[in-house]
C-alpha cells in the first residue's frame, strides 16, 4: 500500500536531500511540468517491500550488501558527492570504502527496480 502526496520541488534538489527522505520511505518520482516548475510526487513506500540489507554498520573497510534483485549502490558523502556508485547482484555483495571516506559519515542508496532504500553509513578506522 502506497499513500501519495503532492508537493513542489526544484528540479535541481541534491542527492543528498533525496536520500534523506529516502530512507523515511519517500521517494522523488516525476509527475508533470508547470511553467517555471516541476511538480514531483512523494510515494510512501511500505517497508516490507525493501529488499536490501547493509551491515556492519558501523564499518571499517567493507560493508556487505544483501540483495533480492539487481540494484545499483550508491554512496554520498554529506556534500551531496558521489563517493561510489557500484551495481549489485543478487544475493551478499562486499563493497570496499574508498581510503578517502575513512572517519566519515556517508549517505547511501540503494536502488532496485521499482524500490529504494537508503539511510547513513558511518566509516571509522
Not at 38 to 56: C, D, F, G, M, S
Not at 101 to 116: C, M, Q, T
Amino acid at each position: 500500500m502506497q499513500s501519495i502526496v503532492s508537493t513542489s520541488y526544484s528540479p535541481y534538489a541534491n542527492p543528498w536531500a533525496q536520500a534523506i527522505l529516502a530512507a523515511n520511505g519517500i521517494a522523488y518520482h516525476p509527475s508533470y511540468l508547470l511553467p517555471s516548475s516541476v511538480r514531483y510526487k512523494l510515494v510512501r513506500t511500505n517497508k516490507q517491500q525493501i529488499h536490501a540489507e547493509l551491515y556492519p554498520n558501523p564499518a571499517r573497510d567493507v560493508v556487505n550488501v544483501k540483495v533480492a534483485q539487481p540494484a545499483t549502490i550508491t554512496l554520498y558523502d554529506l556534500h551531496g558527492r558521489i563517493v561510489l556508485d557500484q551495481p549489485l547482484t543478487i544475493g551478499q555483495n562486499s563493497i570496499n570504502i574508498p581510503d578517502t571516506a575513512k572517519f566519515s559519515v556517508l549517505l547511501y542508496r540503494i536502488e532496485g527496480d521499482g524500490w529504494l532504500k537508503s539511510g547513513k553509513l558511518v566509516i571509522y578506522d
